[in-house]
């Protein structure tokens, strides 16, 4: 049908279709993935490598504790982070009570907070050697072992923490969704007797599904990548077991081979997902918008959902950031001085360039996938958007050796026509550290954007072409401003996800150059917290100004808002 | 071409350059972390004027990094903070033998390779500390001792993750053999207070506390905690240290040290650098700032290393050995259950 309609066309506007057409974009988009996919293919194709004895060993002795461990932990995260980021997306966009415009913002901040910094401040606080115990001691006349007192380094421990810092992913993609269901959708069913929980449960949860998981999935994903926090633990996880295999037994292809594995199951539960859901389709079905009304609470409801918000706040973010500035104070004149202002100037545009790197490709693939995906093409993309759930070191190794192979190839070309040494052309470059964010971090642009693009129902695009639009302008006018809650997210995801990246940026970065997460992990790791405290307060404040931002475009972002 | 970009074309053609030119200049990939290592280093420029760049991370990624750069690598020198890290380098035919008369004189025999590949810089011991309180100094004696079940749920000790345990069991593999040294490992992870969890320091504040009896910990990590913060100091205050091994083959030591990358673009600066770190001047900050032994012999220790006892009986193993038993040491761990 659509062919008769181009054939019949000035090749002018025919041009008209050209964003639309699968050729161009659909090229373009399989491209962009292969190269991003370069070094998880890379970690991939060591799975083809024979296998050595250390696979026997691993099998008899610790591999069912990695897999049970990361199983538990997976799903841990799963219940706490999604149970908080979800109650507290449906609170601040259904309802009001004292506290919720501040909280629409402030819930988000836990995000700037790196996993193993939140870890090494809430061991400080409660270990069986910290204040607070000490205090139960102190004050009780108690020994250790006559009170009890929840273990902090243990797998609840981990599960509590990376809940705390991960939960706004789900809070972040949750409440976008639920602000942009049409309340008529709730009203209708309403008028068919559901009383509120049942709304929520039948028919505002399944219609945000889409977004939450995403957003879960990105918490789990990081998740499973985590190294600082279970390895502070002393916990055996999957991500452990890699780094194990590499720097204990010195077997880095069976290191690899594991890493290899772990994608592979992240990639089968992906697409167990989407196979879940099938054709269900999730575009709005209807026009109508209105303000939400937000429902005012009675006080003691309203109360109940204030702490409901105001708990994972304290947690994920209050209480470590006071723990952290107090001990800042002590140490802020020794550490703050030229060079780390250059600290904050290199994470700031390091973050600021990987954010901005990383949604251009995103882009590409969001539109060559639109509505020309071709199962190949679908499943590059799916693949591309692996790097997130491997540890980032792994990544950084993906990324070194072809690069490695690229340079000393160009090189031995090079002596050998032109007798020219060009040594290192990337290898050793901020290049190759900002590509490696951009394999990292590619899926949270990715996803955000293709969230946005699903917003934009096709017949969008339909009624703007018979109405004589270009592609420019479609783009323009009609998918710009619908897009401009979502692009924002994921550059300002990614800039957050960067400005606290530390194993990729510790292997990959060039002579004498720092970034804040590194300067914090380097102190903290040799447990001098309270010189630490500094960068880590610094990463928070760099964050800050642009999660609010954020959380600002969101609000307005609803159809149907007042701008 | 845009003219307000033209200018900066030399500027781009320098900074790509400069890694690779034959400036006054070293370049170090450290297992050391920046805060351990930059001052030395400042010192050194300020003296010899020759500038070195630096990149910090995990000794077994900047071994693949290494590997993956080959031979453009622009790395000089690389620095580790154990003797396993150099031998895994040198098997890995990453660094080159470096026959230099200063370094052969001040760093004893068991701390570089035979080979020439690696020279230690600094020395660390790892002792048992116990509860001034609960035990009797005369209740230690050796390594071996800690696998006998009087020590039940009475031990803290950190995760087998840790190079430094990887290093003490290697060399118990290397003095009594593979099965001993595994049912050693089994004793220990029977005798545990608690699971094996947080770092050295952590485990003097458990001993303090009363979770454990007795510790195995790196010495200069109680030469931190004694000379710097109020809270750690009053931990460690309340642990004495022990030296094991003493009537035989003596204590267990790890070491820091470093090689010369092969090919290396400025090896007589490299060489420089090594001959600065094992000078007086180098070896007296390592003693004094981070609690650590010098390798060379007549550099006073710090005053607080000093009062545990210095020098003590050192085990004279070849440190390279470490290296050569790690995976064995690391099998064990898994096989005995030790996290």
Redesign the interface.
């Known amino acids: 049908m659509q062919q008769s309609i181009t054939d019949n066309l000035t090749p002018s506007a025919r041009l008209r279709f050209a964003f639309n057409l699968p050729s161009g974009w659909t090229l373009a988009a399989a491209f962009v993935a292969l190269i991003i996919a370069t070094p998880i293919l890379t970690i991939l194709g060591f799975l083809f490598y024979p296998s050595s004895d250390t696979w026997q060993h691993l099998a008899d002795t610790v591999l069912a504790d990695y897999v049970i461990n990361s199983l538990l932990l997976m799903l841990g995260v799963a219940v706490g982070a999604g149970s908080i980021g979800i109650c507290t997306a449906w609170l601040t966009s259904m309802y009001s009570f004292p506290g919720r415009q501040i909280f629409v913002w402030s819930l988000l901040l836990p995000l700037a907070m790196p996993a193993y910094i939140i870890a090494f401040t809430y061991t400080g606080i409660f270990e069986v050697a910290g204040p607070v115990q000490e205090w139960i001691r102190e004050s009780f006349n108690l020994r250790y072992g006559e009170y009890w007192f929840p273990e902090i380094r243990s797998l609840g421990g981990a599960i509590c923490m990376l809940s705390l810092v991960l939960y706004p992913y789900v809070y972040l993609l949750a409440r976008a969704a639920f602000l942009d269901q049409s309340i008529c959708a709730l009203e209708a069913s309403r008028t068919l007797g559901c009383g509120p929980w049942r709304s929520f449960f039948f028919v505002a949860l399944p219609l945000a599904r889409p977004a939450i998981v995403t957003g879960l999935s990105l918490a789990l994903m990081e998740t499973l990548a985590d190294y600082g926090t279970v390895q502070y633990f002393g916990i055996s996880t999957f991500t452990t077991g890699i780094f194990r295999t590499w720097f204990g037994l010195d077997d880095s292809v069976a290191a690899a081979q594991l890493s290899g594995l772990l994608m592979t199951f992240v990639f089968v539960l992906i697409l167990l997902e989407r196979w879940s859901r099938r054709q269900a389709r999730f575009h709005h079905a209807t026009n109508r918008y209105r303000t939400i009304p937000n429902i005012k609470l009675p006080s003691l409801m309203g109360w109940i959902a204030t702490t409901a918000c105001l708990l994972p706040l304290f947690f994920g973010f209050l209480l470590p950031v006071g723990q952290l500035t107090q001990w800042a104070i002590a140490t802020f004149g020794e550490m703050v001085n030229d060079s780390f202002y250059e600290l904050m100037m290199n994470s700031f545009l390091l973050a600021g360039a990987a954010a901005l790197l990383t949604l251009i490709p995103a882009l590409i693939l969001g539109y060559g996938n639109r509505n020309h995906a071709t199962p190949i093409s679908r499943f590059l993309v799916r693949l591309s958007g692996m790097g997130y759930a491997i540890p980032g070191t792994v990544i950084a190794i993906g990324v070194l050796i072809p690069f490695g192979i690229l340079d000393n190839g160009i090189d031995a070309w090079m002596i050998k026509y032109f007798d020219i040494n060009t040594g290192l052309i990337f290898s050793g470059t901020i290049f190759i550290l900002l590509f490696a964010y951009m394999v990292r971090f590619f899926t949270v642009s990715l996803n955000t954007v293709e969230s946005g693009l699903g917003k934009i129902r096709p017949s969008m695009d339909e009624a703007a072409k018979t109405m004589g639009y270009s592609g420019i302008k479609i783009l323009r006018h009609i998918h710009l401003p619908i897009m401009k809650g979502s692009l924002l997210t994921a550059l300002v995801v990614v800039f957050v996800d960067v400005l606290k990246e530390l194993p990729t940026t510790l292997v990959l970065r060039p002579f004498n150059f720092n970034t804040l997460a590194v300067r914090a992990f380097e102190l903290a790791s040799d447990e001098r917290l309270a010189d630490s405290s500094t960068a880590a307060i610094a990463i928070v404040l760099v964050s800050i100004i642009p999660v609010v931002l954020l959380s600002r475009t969101i609000a307005h972002s609803r159809p149907g808002q007042p701008q | 071409m845009n003219h307000r970009i033209r200018p900066l074309i030399p500027l781009l053609v320098l900074t790509l350059l400069s ?2 030119t034959l400036a006054a200049e070293v ?1 170090l990939y450290s297992a050391r ?4 290592i930059k001052p030395l280093l400042d010192k050194f420029t300020a003296q010899s004027g020759i500038k070195v ?10 071994l ?2 290494l ?8 790395a000089d020198i690389l620095l580790t903070t154990d003797a396993g890290n150099l031998h ?1 380098a040198t098997t890995a035919n990453l660094l080159q033998p470096v026959d230099n008369t200063t370094l052969k004189t001040i760093v004893p025999h068991n701390l570089r390779d035979p080979e020439d590949h690696w020279y230690a810089l600094s020395i660390r011991s790892r002792v048992i500390v116990y509860s001034k309180e609960r035990i009797k100094a005369s209740e230690l004696s050796t390594y071996e001792d800690l696998a006998d079940p009087k020590w039940k749920g009475r031990i803290c000790i ?4 840790n ?1 430094y345990n ?1 290093s003490l069991l290697a060399s118990m593999i290397s003095h009594n053999g593979i099965k001993p040294a595994e049912n050693w490992a089994k004793g220990v992870v029977a005798n545990m207070a608690q ?5 050295d ?2 485990q003097v ?2 001993v ?4 454990c009896d007795i510790a195995i910990i790196n010495t200069y990590y109680m030469g931190v905690m004694l000379h710097k ?1 109020a ?1 750690q100091k009053k ?1 460690a205050s309340q642990v004495a240290l022990f030296f094991p091994n003493q009537d035989g083959r003596g204590a267990h030591i790890n070491i820091s040290g470093a090689g010369i990358i092969k090919g290396a673009k400025h090896r007589e600066n490299a060489i420089k650098l090594l001959e600065f770190l094992v000078s007086d001047e180098a070896q007296q900050w390592y003693a004094q700032a981070n609690h650590e032994y010098p390798v060379k012999a007549g550099i006073p220790v710090s005053k607080i290393v000093n009062a545990w006892g210095y020098p003590f009986k050192q085990d004279s193993l070849n440190v390279g050995e470490l290296g050569k038993y ?2 064995d040491a ?2 064990i761990f ?2 005995a259950g030790w ?1």
């Not at chain 2, 590997?67 to 622009?74: K, L, V």
């Not at chain 2, 950190?158 to 993750?161: I, Y």
């Open positions: 890694a690779s370049n972390k920046e805060a351990l760049n630096l990149v910090t991370g995990k000794a077994k990624t900047l693949k990094r590997q993956s750069e080959g031979r453009n690598t622009p895994a950190r995760s087998s993750n190079i990887q699971s094996p969890q947080g770092n320091r952590a504040k458990a303090a506390v009363g979770v913060d809270d931990a790690n995976t690391v099998k898994d096989r996290r």
